[in-house]
Structure formats: C-alpha cells, structure tokens
C-alpha cells in the first residue's frame, strides 16, 4: 500500500488533484447504501489499525516534545484508544444522516413547456487546510462522502504521522468497500510551498475549507485562487436589554462564557443597558466568578473589580475566560456597537420586550442571532445537522454551522420537446 | 450634485467602501414598497436626464473613435434615447418582481425548544466590476435595490462619462425617495490600481461579481481578497445520441449555435454519435449555412467540406459563426469528453431514449444540463427569474442564471427561553 497521496520529484500537486478529481467523478454517481457502506467498511479498518495509528501519534508527540510544543497544542495533537474510536463513532453516526445528493430543491414549469429542475450535486473535490487535531482527517473524510465529495485534505507538519496512518486506514476502508481510494487523497508534503501550491488547484479544486487561526485564514486570503468557505473567528456578544429578566440573563451569559471559552461560539463581550445596569452589574460579575473582566468608565463605576479595557478590547476574541463590558443607553447604541466590532457570527440579546428582540435581530449582521439563549447553541450538532466542518462567518454560499447540504451544490435539468429561443 | 463616488487625493477607496457599507445597512431594513418607490422615482430621474447621459455618452465615443476602438466595441458602448428608455423600463419592471427579503427558507424547533428560523436577508455590498457596457450601471443598481443591497460600481475608463451620468441620475433618484444616495457608488477612478484596490475591499464589499472577459477573470482570480462569483465562458456542447429525432436535433442545434452566436449561452461544439454521424452529420452541415466547421478526422471523412480541428478547437468559446464537431462512440465516450472540455455552462443532449438522457444530466458536471432543447435558454429571463446578474459558473453559492435570489444570503434566528448548553 503507499503512502497516501505521496508524489515522488516528478509528479505535481496537480497530479495529486487530477487524481482526486477523478475519484470524485465517481462519488458524485454512487448510491447511499454504497456511501453508507463505505463509511461503515471505513470506521472498522480505522478502529482495527488503532496500534498502528497510536504508534505513529507517538512519533508526532515525541517530535513536538523535542520542538518544546506548548501542552495545550500537544493535547490537541494526542490520540488514544478512545479518540480513535470516537473517530470511528463519528463515520458510523453518519450513515443516519440523510444524504442531500439527488433531491429536487425546487421543480417549475415554464410558458414554452421546458420544465425546470434544480437538483442537489455535490460540489466534487473539497479541499480542507487543517492545524494540530488528527481527527479531522477522518471527520472531515466522512462528511465529504457522504455528501458525494472526494476529500483533498492538508494537515498540520505536526500531525503528519498521525495523519498518514488514519488516511492509510480510511484508504483501506474504502478499496474494501470496492470505491477509487483516491476519494481520500492526503498531501504528504507539508511544505509552506505545497499548501500555496494547493490553495491555487483551481482546477481541482471546488471548495476549500480553510480550519484554523488568524494566520491560516490571511494565508488563504492572499494567496488562494479556488473558491473557499472561511471559518472565522467568534467575537460574540450578549445584549442585556432593559426588559431582559435578569436571573435568565445571568444563566446563559455564565453559560456562553464559561461552559468551554476555548470556542469559537463562546461570547466575548458583554453590552449592558444602562438602565438595568446598576442593578445586574454587580450581580453578573459575581455568578462570573474566574472570569477576567475588562470595561468601559461606567461599567467600572459601577463595579470597581472591572480593569480599565483598550479600544483593542472590543475587537479581541480572548478564547479564555475573559470578557470585555460595555454599557449602553439604548438597543440602538447596542446594535451600532456590535455590528462594528462583531466578525459575523453569533450574538445574542436578553429581553423580554418583542419589539426589542425583532430589531436586534433584523438588525445585527450575523450568522446567527440569538434571542434569550446562549450563543454555545450555534453549533451544526445542536441545530440538528448531526454533524458540521465547521460555521461559517461568511455571506456567500454558507453561513453559519455546515453540514451535509452545505457541501453539495446545484444543477439545473432543463428538459424540453425541441422547444428553440425566438 | 457631486460626482458619484469621487474621491479627492487624501480620501481613500476605504473611504468610498465605508459610506456603501453604512448605505447598505440602511436598505437591509426598508420595506418592500419603499423599494419599489425607489425603481420608479429612480427610473423617471434617468429618463429626465437623457439628454445629459446622452451627451456624456457622445464624450466617451468620441474618445473611442480617435482611440481607434473597433466598432463592435464601440456599438457596445453607445446610447440612445430607446436605449435609455429601455434602462428606465428595466427598472420599472423590477417592481413587479418578488421581494425575496425576509422569507423564512425553513424552520424547526429543537428538543430542547429551540425555535430555529433561516431567514433570507441582503448580501450587503455587491460589488460589480464591468466593461463597455454602461446599462450595466443601472441594470446592476437595480437588482441590488430590489434585493436589498447596495451596489458598488467600477465600470471601465472607456464608459466612464457615460457612467457618471447615469450614476448621478440614479442617485438623484434615490435621494428623491428619501433613501441614502451611496445606495449606488461608483468608483470614478478607473485605473488599474484603483481596481486592485477596490477588488481587496474585504471589509466593505460582500460580495464581488464581474462581468467581463478572460483577462478580468484572471485579475480576479490573481487579485480579489474578497467572495466573489464567476460568470464565465460559455463553451456549451451539443450531443446528439444514436437515438436522436434528427429533425428535432436539427433544429435545437440551428438555434444554440446561430440564433446569437456572441453570447455565452450559444453552443460551440457538436458531438455526434458515430452510428447516426453518416445520416446527420451532411444533414446538420447543410443546416447551419454560415457556420464554419472544424472537426476530427471522422467527421471530415463524412463531410468533407469540416476543416480540421486542432486540439486548442475543443476548449474554444468562438461567441462566433464557428463550431467544432466530433464523432463518439457511445455515450460514455461524449460524456468524457463534454466533461473535460466543457467551462461548466450549459450541456445539451438530443436524444429519445430516457436511459440515455438520465445518464447524461447526471453525469454531465455543468450548471445547466438540457434534454432535447437550446442552451439558449439558459438565462435568468428565460428561467422566469424576471431579470439576471449574470451566470455563475463556479459552484459555490449560485450556479447557473443569478436572479434576485442570489444576490442574498441567510441569518439564523433562535429564539429561545433561557436555555443554556450542558
């Protein structure tokens, strides 16, 4: 068996894509049941390779170690017997879902007689740049067949041992199941230069879905040439108005804050009414024992604890138990507030006044807006999609949490008895 | 009156980008009617001041002339008063048109009584990148209002007289009906920085379509920092399986080749099966008097009159009297060959035999596969989408004729009662 989408000196990036390409014709004509099999064949070869791919975590911890690797990246990076079976978990639970390929979106007919139909396709080859977590490589694998996708997938130099070991297994998998095992295709070559490679494959690629940091992110956006989803960063923030029912608000901003900061989706900021906020104030900096605080003049009036917050303050997505304070006279203030520092992806208000929470929500520019609950619910799990590759924070073609039908696209079928334009 | 978008030496194109993006929050929340009153009033400004836009036009095609422009080019660009008044009747019949903002596309209520909605809202800014065109200006302006965004503008320096007129027209339009005049911008500075500038407006532009040849193509591609849309070539196939009513062939292939040969929808290739090829093929050339054919070596032993076709022939879009023919096998064969060739536009096959046509739409990878009619009919009129932007051809977000529908995107409602994650 070779190593997965390994080219010698002589071979490109782009025969690694047109190879992935034309697995990809092929996955775009198979049936669920073949899909599902697949998935199913792919899981039991990745649970039964668990020692290989354990010993080759190994090597990627060990060479992170040597490289003096932070802890909190090494955990990332880290496999066990239950992470890999988790991972196999993942691709089972996907043959529940139900496959988007096929359906008819919409169906008209016209004057002339052409009857119109728009049907859901894959979109082919769908590309992922991915950091430190190994598991990607096999989430991101299951998600792309199911909906019909061949999968072109880059990880992190630090991961590759890992990587290459579940790209080998899954590859296993989906020979057994009688499918090109090119619908994973792994690129070996971790070089700077190959990823720059990569992201301009235009005619490879379909759709990449960058999975990473600020860095990442500016690298696609000065370099990339196919068309992509961006994955952005979470500055979310919570709207306490002045008819917000304060025990409520106290819960789902201890909830959004603390339950896992490290997310994207978790809230950042904290806008409060001014009428309300001598009142909840005090009370919220309580219930958010641990939690850093940083405010404007009149939040620290009223609570001494809060540390003075820079203008940079509003912008920062700490990933950390930390959060910055603003007060606000008006919804009007609130909302002009958050559209300037949000990144468009989640936020929140806390009211129980309906005119309120209409104009919040047809005027905050989001993803997705959240009225009395947490911004920790956006998220393709708990939106029902069963499974996500990530949320976007764009407008274009997704936004907010992805799953299955966000990685398919159109075709129209136009069938006629001859008709020709006048 | 100002100049539309002028800029002085120290005002930046961020400048510009900031006051669209402050205009367009103001049309994401206007009614329907408010809208519509804005077409109208918008329309009978434009028309009042043809003479002015007239006259402006009369500067540009002077210029052109002693430019040496060609013709076709310069008949592009010139207006007249049936000119002008057709722009103002395109934006009156945009009125009649449905407002797309604000439908509820789906929602569902989670088991922990999560009420979702997605609700269809504006882009923000589109941005248009054009050429000679100057309707363009106002068929753009028009779309985008009655989609609920604001249009961004940057036609070419040839137009740019012609542009401004119309522009200032527009917005005197706009600002009559009590809405923000930057509603429409347009960029004034027509120089190649100024568009490199203008295409990596990542935090003022939502979404950038151009409308254009290859070589702006290619400037996006190499330059764009923000999403944008491709409308690309055309290289459109005919395929003419064993099973073809050779009349009806005859006909669709007359009209997708011949009816407007300069636009992106005609055809520009012929595949024949071999089996009907001796039949058809003397039949079709007779057919399509006029068409000069280049085609393989089969063909020309049938028809000896087809120059041959060189390999550049099967990827050419000629928008001209011209036509590559090829003779296939079977079916799988024409499949391959439209898919390695084809820009992914519009695909035609012309057969009686339903196994064969299935096989075909949904083998083919295009936006738009048709089933014994023109490609002609691929175009957002003729889908009754009522008018279009242009034709996507890529595959994420819009794939095929982009009415108004595609010029939004979706935010996520979830209303809640305190809920907070576990």
């Given amino acids: 068996m070779t190593v997965p989408g390994e080219r010698s000196n002589t071979e490109s990036m782009q025969y690694l894509g047109a190879r992935v390409k034309a697995a990809s014709a092929v996955l775009a004509n198979i049936t669920t049941a073949e899909k599902d099999e697949a998935l199913k064949i792919g899981a039991d070869c990745l649970v039964a390779a668990t020692s290989e791919i354990l010993e080759a975590n190994c090597a990627d911890i060990e060479r992170a170690q040597i490289a003096g690797t932070p802890d909190t990246v090494i955990d990332r990076l880290r496999l066990d017997t239950s992470r890999v079976d988790a991972m196999g978990e993942g691709l089972r639970q996907l043959v529940a879902l139900t496959d988007p390929i096929g359906k008819i979106v919409e169906q008209w007919t016209r004057p002339n007689g052409l009857e119109i139909q728009k049907v859901r396709v ?48 899954l590859r296993e998998g989906i020979t057994k199941a009688g499918l ?17 490679e990569f992201m301009q494959l235009r005619d490879h690629i379909d759709c990449l879905i960058p999975r990473g940091g600020p860095s990442l992110i500016n690298s696609i956006l000065d370099n990339a040439k196919v068309p992509y989803v961006i994955d952005g960063d ?26 896992r900061p490290s ?20 009370r919220i900096t309580n219930a958010l024992e641990g939690v850093e605080l940083v405010g404007d003049e009149r939040s620290r009036d009223l609570v001494p604890s809060i540390q003075p917050a820079t203008e940079e303050d509003w912008s ?107």
Same sequence: chains 1, 2.
């Fill in 263 to 282: 997310v994207c989706n978790a809230a950042e900021s904290l806008v409060v009414h001014s009428q309300i906020a001598p009142n909840f104030l005090p």
């Fill in 234 to 259: 979470g500055n979310c923030h919570v709207y306490v108005d002045e008819a917000a029912d304060l025990d409520l608000a106290t819960n789902v901003i201890v909830n959004a804050k603390m339950q």
């Fill in 122 to 169: 894959p979109l082919g080859v769908v590309a992922i740049i991915y950091e430190n977590r190994p598991n990607v490589t096999s989430d991101a694998f299951g998600l792309c067949l199911k909906s019909g996708n061949a999968a072109f997938l880059r990880g992190s130099s630090a991961a590759i041992d890992s990587n290459i070991a579940i790209a080998r297994a």
């Fill in 316 to 422: 920062t997505e700490y990933l950390d138990l930390k959060m910055s304070v603003r007060i606000v006279d008006n919804i009007d203030e609130a909302i002009t507030h958050i559209n300037k520092h949000s990144t468009g992806h989640s936020e929140a208000i806390i009211s129980s006044n309906q005119t309120a929470t209409k104009e919040f929500a047809r005027r905050v520019d989001a993803a997705a807006v959240l009225v009395n609950t947490s911004t920790r619910f956006v998220d393709g799990e708990e939106f029902g999609f069963g499974a996500e590759i990530g949320i976007s924070t764009q407008k274009l073609h997704a936004r907010g949490p992805m799953g299955l039908e966000q990685l398919t696209t159109t075709k129209y079928i136009v069938n006629g008895q001859g008709q020709t334009r006048g």
């Fill in 180 to 196: 090109p095992e090119d619908a994973l295709m792994l690129v070996t070559d971790t070089s700077y230069e190959a990823a720059i």
